[in-house]
T-cell receptor, first 111, second 116 residues
Framework: DGGITQSPKYLFRKEGQNVTLSCEQN?????MYWYRQDPGQGLRLIYY???????QKGDIAEGYSVSREKKESFPLTVTSAQKNPTAFYLC??????????FGDGTRLSIL | GDSVTQMEGPVTLSEEAFLTINCTYT??????LFWYVQYPGEGLQLLLK?????DKGSNKGFEATYRKETTSFHLEKGSVQVSDSAVYFC???????????????FGKGTKLSVKP
């Protein structure tokens, strides 16, 4: 079945550590997105990529970095500069104007 | 800028009750409108969509009509079930907003709990 796979499901970060969240899709979608979800809040856009080797900052990109070396992969790195990283992170993909498809998310916590 | 406003939750209903979750939006262009549902511990799933004024989206007994005159897209269901318990997000996609053509702007979500 086609879909989006996020891993790991749960992730813990130590102080001063960078961590990378994986997002893989086999839907052959051009565009991919990373969102952050905090309790009681909607989703906020971190980064997005419309084509391979290109990506753009979203509303809350500070403290995060991404790469898009392959069409099917869009990893997100949460750097030590992100002072409040505890959240639920969602990856999505999209083709043209079709609705976005979401993965099942990664929950990041601080040790 | 573009925005989406949803009614505050949580909403608690008895099984078979009628559901309405209000959603209004502000957009500079002619957005597409969506309702997504999030079950506990999962990602978002598209529930229904509407791409132009007066369109009605429907799925699994849920409906929403794109009302341009009131800038609204309220979600309704005639008879809710316990399995409908989830968080519901209203969202819009505005090609004139800038950035990615597919960028979604989300409301804060409304948590629905349905009791047997």
């Amino acid at each position: 079945d086609g879909g989006i796979t996020q891993s790991p499901k749960y992730l813990f970060r130590k102080e001063g550590q960078n961590v990378t969240l994986s997002c893989e899709q086999n839907l052959n979608h051009d565009a991919m997105y990373w969102y952050r979800q905090d309790p009681g809040q909607g989703l906020r856009l971190i980064y997005y990529s419309q084509i391979v080797n290109d990506f753009q900052k979203g509303d809350i990109a500070e403290g995060y970095s991404v790469s898009r070396e392959k069409k099917e992969s869009f990893p997100l790195t949460v750097t030590s500069a992100q002072k409040n990283p505890t959240a639920f992170y969602l990856c999505a993909s999209q083709q043209g104007y079709q609705p976005q498809h979401f993965g099942d998310g990664t929950r990041l916590s601080i040790l | 800028g573009d925005s989406v406003t949803q009614m505050e939750g949580p909403v608690t209903l008895s099984e078979e009750a009628f559901l309405t979750i209000n959603c209004t939006y502000t957009a500079t262009g002619y957005p597409s409108l969506f309702w997504y549902v999030q079950y506990p511990g999962e990602g978002l799933q598209l529930l229904l969509k509407a791409t132009k004024a007066d369109d009605k989206g429907s799925n699994k007994g849920f409906e929403a009509t794109y009302r341009k005159e009131t800038t609204s897209f309220h979600l309704e269901k005639g008879s809710v079930q316990v399995s409908d318990s989830a968080v519901y997000f209203c969202a819009l996609s505005d090609p004139n907003y800038g950035g990615s053509q597919g960028n979604l702007i989300f409301g804060k979500g409304t948590k629905l709990s349905v009791k047997p």
